[in-house]
């Protein structure tokens, strides 16, 4: 059972625009939503999280907004640079850590 | 500060060959995971150690694979009886305890070993 959806694969945003990530989750139970990212041959990095209670949380260019109503959460990126451009897995966290991901989305931004 | 390391970085066996992947965590961190990632998926949760305990196990985890973290450093990942669905990216991470300045969930991932069965 998917419980962390990313639907869209991929993503090419110009530099300097904003690029909008999003994910849908399926399990209420989830307390912490937290965003990945991945360059080639590296293990994904930490990017950015949000408690379950909160609804936004900010850290220099990126932005993370949870609509708990709706069970989405989104990334944002403002303003993009082409050093970006990864693949980017959402993330929810269950007890233990224990972390399930989505399926990433492909950002390119082009200079 | 070394992060976390796993060795070897690729492995091509031929089917029913065992193969055994090692991670070194970051060392002052007592949590340890595997998860496995496969072509344009993300990566899925295999197993967790605190310390040397393995606390879950995933129903991925066929009874071919086994995972062990004998003094509560390193671990290592034994796949017996390689079969060419195992091919993926075993990655592993590790994490502090809780408290500290690290934030909830995170998680801090090795490169990976990608394995590939003929």
């Known amino acids: 059972d998917q419980q962390v959806k990313q639907n869209s694969p991929s993503l090419s945003v110009q530099e300097g625009r904003i690029s909008i990530l999003n994910c849908d989750y399926t399990n209420s139970m989830f307390d912490y939503f937290l965003w990945y990212k991945k360059y080639p041959a590296e293990g994904p990095t930490f990017l950015i999280s949000i408690s379950s209670i909160k609804d936004k949380n900010e850290d220099g260019r990126f932005t993370v907004f949870l609509n708990k109503s709706a069970k989405h959460l989104s990334l944002h990126i403002v303003p993009s640079q082409p050093g970006d451009s990864a693949v980017y897995f959402c993330?929810?966290?269950?007890?233990?850590?224990?972390?399930?991901f989505g399926a990433g989305t492909i950002l390119r931004v082009k200079s | 500060d070394t992060g976390v390391s796993q060795n070897p970085r690729h492995k091509i066996t031929k089917r029913g060959q065992n193969v055994t992947f090692r991670c070194d965590p970051i060392?002052?961190?007592?949590?340890l995971y595997w998860y496995r990632q496969t072509l344009g998926q993300g990566p899925e949760f295999l197993t967790y150690f605190q310390n040397e305990a393995q606390l879950e196990k995933s129903r991925l985890l066929s009874d071919r694979f086994s995972a062990e973290r004998p003094k509560g450093s390193f671990s290592t990942l034994e796949i017996q009886r390689t079969e060419q669905g195992d091919s993926a990216m075993y990655l592993c991470a590790s994490a502090p305890g809780t408290g500290g300045k690290h934030h909830a969930g995170e998680l801090f991932f090795g490169e990976g070993s990608r394995l590939t069965v003929l």
């Open positions: 993330a929810a966290r269950r007890y233990g850590n224990k972390l399930v």
């Open positions: 060392s002052e961190h007592n949590r």
